[in-house]
């Protein structure tokens, strides 16, 4: 598991509003049994992105929404393998999570 990897998301029940989880989660917190995941939401029902908290992405071909004031753990072993590596999205993925806690 890596920072900025993709994943399905684990709850099927969510997967037509939710198909994706990101994980920001530093690397070196590797041995903990959960990471910290952002909610990559369809852009479509979503409703209107705020500006730098919810920058739009590809996935798969779907537009979506990363979801940043929605951050949750996840259990790792809920987590199967990952659908890309997003570490390209960096700057725009850290410049929500500045914006979310303050450091802008």
Do not use: C
Not at 68 to 94: C, E, F, N, Y
């Amino acid at each position: 598991m890596a920072r900025f990897d993709v994943y399905p998301n684990p709850f099927a029940a969510e997967r037509k509003e939710t198909p994706f989880l990101l994980d920001v989660q530093n690397d070196h917190l590797g041995p903990l049994v959960t990471r910290v995941m952002i909610p990559l939401r369809a852009s479509k029902g979503f409703g209107i992105p705020a500006r730098r908290l919810n920058p739009e992405f590809e996935v798969k071909g779907m537009a979506v929404v990363l979801d940043t004031a929605s951050l949750a753990p996840v259990p790792t072993a809920w987590l199967k393998a990952p659908v890309m590596q997003a570490d390209g999205w960096r700057g725009d993925v850290t410049d929500a999570l500045d914006t979310l806690f303050g450091a802008y």
